[in-house]
């Protein structure tokens, strides 16, 4: 009895460890090549990273899953400034914006960013109000898009009207074997996906 009681307590800590290997964390530097001083975030978006006294600081991260960094706080909002997106790297140096980061969230599930979601942004480059999804959407809440990001191996049919009607296109991650989300930053030029165009969602390819 014994035994199997830690059989289970072991397989619980390995199951609790798998877990947090997917869940979405960040690591900022203050140096280059993830040296310097850090900070941790998991699991959660910052939009003002003047609160945790670091803004326009970091130059270097190492990420677990897939992130976007802003020039401004507030994702950007109303300014359509500097981007830069990152996905499962142990160290990147920033290119874009290193000490100018001044807010950043994450893409799809935050503790397992390889479940099957599309996050729809209104402005190109993951700018602004977002929306997100795991699940088939009849109807829209945001009615402005302009860039998406989709996580895991599964394809999203869009549609330009409700209830899964109107024209359609399916849009599949170009690399199923990746676990990196497909970034798709400006979907009319990308895609030929007019911005604002999209009215409902249905997971997987009609």
């Known amino acids: 009895m014994a035994r199997t009681t830690l059989s289970l307590i072991l397989l619980s800590i390995i199951a609790t460890q798998a877990m947090a290997q997917l869940s979405q964390t960040i690591e900022l530097y203050t140096e280059k090549d993830c040296r310097g ?8 978006y910052v939009e003002d990273l003047g609160v945790l006294a670091w803004n326009d600081i ?3 991260v190492s990420v677990t899953g ?21 996905a499962n790297s142990d160290c990147t140096n920033l290119q874009y914006l290193p000490e100018k ?6 893409a799809g599930d935050k503790s ?3 479940i099957n979601s599309v ?12 929306e997100f999804t795991t699940q088939d959407l009849r109807n829209l809440n945001m009615q402005e898009q302009a860039s998406f990001i989709i996580t895991g ?9 409700t209830n899964f009607q109107g024209n359609s296109i399916c849009v599949s991650p170009p690399n ?31």
């Open 101 to 106: 980061v001044s807010s950043l969230r994450f």
């Open 153 to 161: 191996k599964a394809g999203w049919t869009f549609y330009d009207r």
């Open 119 to 130: 996050t729809l942004y209104k402005s190109r480059y993951f700018q602004e109000d977002e």
């Open 58 to 60: 970091a130059k270097s």
């Open 66 to 86: 897939g992130w976007i960094l802003y020039e401004h706080g507030f994702y950007n909002r109303g300014s359509n400034s500097g981007t830069e997106f990152i």
């Open 112 to 114: 397992n960013y390889r």
């Open 37 to 44: 001083r850090k900070i941790r975030i998991s699991e959660q």
């Open 176 to 206: 199923t074997d990746s676990p990196d989300p497909y970034f798709v930053p400006d979907m009319d030029q990308i895609l030929n996906i007019r911005f604002n165009s999209i009215r409902s969602i249905k997971l997987g390819c009609a």
